[in-house]
């Protein structure tokens, strides 16, 4: 790889890899919000409902293509252009995602309301429904799962975003052994806060995700701890920071890299990973969701590092694992991977949410654990409707340009 002059004109090679695990990611995470209602099955439960530990993975993903689209190939420096004004960036990248998720609020705001008034009355209704719309509710502990629950995640992602502006200019001037030290420091950041949390409940051996909030000592505490968009930042800063150790690889006065085989192989943290998630569900490691899904985050950037040093390598070529995940019906998944992630809760609530299904269909389809396969397909269907009829629309495309635009103004 030669670096020019202005190593922000090197051109970056595509990751597609990183395309394809965005789907299995979000299946995983879709799969286990309702597989619940598909089975009683206690290890079946268990392997597939760690979903508050997987989420850990997006938010890295989210740093690490930050990182890969604003900094300089091959040198210490940010694209400023792409990074500058802030405001502009920060509009950019929430209207990436923002008018797919004012529409799916829009359609489904009857059921979400009528559920919504059915438990907590109108006027809390209507107050959840402006925190949805405003992405405020990952600020509300007990309250971050309101109408479309997974979207908290996107709440929570806004304030990171809002953050990377400022961030990123400091790490692109990073060297790889002080990306390596901010990457320690960041992970003891990420740790402190979960190990708060597990000393002060005795909660060390805790599985959030299959157990009854009834039964947890401070559901509270734990949501604090989940849904927090600084914890969120810690974790899309360490993604920012894995991306940038591959990307001064060629940099001048960077000494060659020297890996292990094994442990520069996609394959190793990818079996890491699956295991990990094996051992939890089968009881042989006993830690709890807060403090795993900063493990998980870990070797998740591990994984990541290493799918992106194959893809780049020897003329892109890679290993079996990284030119298996750039297989293209797998980046296709991946690009409908954010309708799915929008839809799959909703749609879920259609069908399995007791008020609103009865209402519906007389009936909860909890009581036909088959169901569940045609839901993932009609959730994958209605996703790749929307992305070829909404998404790649260039009048939907058109309007949210007027709106950024509008948005931009209004904040510089």
Same mark, same amino acid.
């Given at each position: 790889?030669?670096?020019?002059?202005?190593?922000?004109?090197?051109?970056?090679?595509?990751?597609?890899?990183?395309?394809?695990?965005?789907?299995?990611?979000?299946?995983?995470?879709?799969?286990?919000?309702?597989?619940?209602?598909?089975?009683?099955?206690?290890?079946?439960?268990?392997?597939?409902?760690?979903?508050?530990?997987?989420?850990?993975?997006?938010?890295?993903?989210?740093?690490? #293509?930050?990182?890969?689209?604003?900094?300089?190939?091959?040198?210490?420096?940010?694209?400023?252009?792409?990074?500058?004004?802030?405001?502009?960036?920060?509009?950019?990248?929430?209207?990436?995602?923002?008018?797919?998720?004012?529409?799916?609020?829009?359609?489904?705001?009857?059921?979400?309301?009528?559920?919504?008034?059915?438990?907590?009355?109108?006027?809390?209704?209507?107050?959840?429904?402006?925190?949805?719309?405003?992405?405020?509710?990952?600020?509300?502990?007990?309250?971050?799962?309101?109408?479309?629950?997974?979207?908290?995640?996107?709440?929570?992602?806004?304030?990171?975003?809002?953050?990377?502006?400022?961030?990123?200019?400091?790490?692109?001037?990073?060297?790889?052994?002080?990306?390596?030290?901010?990457?320690? *420091?960041?992970?003891?950041?990420?740790?402190?806060?979960?190990?708060?949390?597990?000393?002060?409940?005795?909660?060390?051996?805790?599985?959030?995700?299959?157990?009854?909030?009834?039964?947890?000592?401070?559901?509270?505490?734990?949501?604090?701890?989940?849904?927090?968009?600084?914890?969120?930042?810690?974790? #899309?800063?360490?993604?920012?920071?894995?991306?940038?150790?591959?990307?001064?690889?060629?940099?001048?006065?960077?000494?060659?890299?020297?890996?292990?085989?094994?442990?520069?192989?996609?394959?190793?943290?990818?079996?890491?990973?699956?295991?990990?998630?094996?051992?939890?569900?089968?009881?042989?490691?006993? *830690?709890?969701?807060?403090?795993?899904?900063?493990?998980?985050?870990?070797?998740?950037?591990?994984?990541?590092?290493?799918?992106?040093?194959?893809?780049?390598?020897?003329?892109?070529?890679?290993?079996?694992?990284?030119?298996?995940?750039?297989?293209?019906?797998?980046?296709?998944?991946?690009?409908?991977?954010?309708?799915?992630?929008?839809?799959?809760?909703?749609?879920?609530?259609?069908?399995?949410?007791? #008020?609103?299904?009865?209402?519906?269909?007389?009936?909860?389809?909890?009581?036909?654990?088959?169901?569940?396969?045609?839901?993932?397909?009609? #959730?994958?269907?209605?996703?790749?409707?929307?992305?070829?009829?909404?998404?790649?629309?260039?009048?939907?495309?058109?309007?949210?340009?007027?709106?950024?635009?509008?948005? *931009?103004?209004?904040?510089?």
């Amino acid at each position: 790889m030669v670096v020019l002059a202005n190593a922000s004109t090197v051109k970056k090679p595509r990751l597609p890899a990183l395309d394809s695990i965005r789907f299995f990611l979000i299946a995983y995470i879709g799969v286990g919000h309702f597989i619940a209602c598909a089975t009683k099955n206690s290890l079946a439960l268990a392997a597939l409902g760690q979903v508050n530990v997987v989420v850990g993975a997006f938010f890295v993903l989210s740093g690490y #293509v930050a990182a890969y689209t604003t900094t300089a190939l091959g040198s210490y420096e940010a694209e400023m252009s792409r990074l500058r004004p802030s405001p502009q960036y920060v509009v950019s990248r929430v209207m990436g995602f923002y008018p797919l998720y004012f529409l799916v609020n829009c359609v489904f705001a009857p059921m979400f309301f009528y559920a919504d008034s059915f438990y907590n009355g109108p006027v809390a209704a209507a107050a959840h429904g402006l925190m949805t719309f405003t992405l405020t509710q990952a600020w509300f502990p007990m309250h971050a799962e309101l109408w479309n629950a997974p979207s908290w995640f996107l709440s929570a992602l806004t304030f990171a975003l809002a953050a990377m502006p400022f961030a990123l200019p400091s790490i692109a001037q990073m060297k790889r052994e002080h990306l390596n030290r901010t990457f320690k *420091v960041l992970l003891i950041v990420s740790l402190l806060a979960k190990l708060a949390y597990s000393y002060d409940l005795n909660a060390w051996g805790f599985m959030e995700g299959v157990m009854s909030a009834k039964t947890h000592p401070n559901w509270l505490y734990f949501n604090s701890v989940r849904f927090s968009p600084f914890n969120a930042l810690v974790d #899309v800063l360490m993604g920012a920071v894995a991306a940038r150790t591959v990307m001064v690889d060629d940099a001048e006065g960077e000494c060659a890299l020297k890996q292990n085989k094994i442990m520069a192989c996609s394959a190793t943290p990818l079996v890491a990973m699956v295991g990990f998630l094996a051992a939890r569900a089968l009881g042989f490691v006993a *830690v709890n969701d807060a403090l795993s899904r900063t493990i998980f985050t870990v070797m998740f950037s591990m994984f990541a590092v290493n799918i992106h040093r194959e893809t780049v390598r020897d003329g892109g070529a890679g290993s079996l694992v990284s030119r298996a995940f750039a297989w293209k019906p797998l980046v296709y998944l991946g690009t409908i991977s954010f309708p799915i992630y929008i839809l799959h809760g909703p749609i879920g609530q259609v069908f399995y949410k007791r #008020v609103v299904a009865t209402k519906l269909f007389g009936k909860v389809f909890t009581q036909y654990p088959q169901f569940f396969p045609v839901y993932v397909l009609i #959730v994958l269907v209605a996703a790749a409707i929307t992305h070829e009829v909404f998404i790649k629309n260039h009048k939907v495309q058109k309007m949210s340009k007027a709106v950024k635009k509008k948005a *931009v103004a209004a904040l510089s």
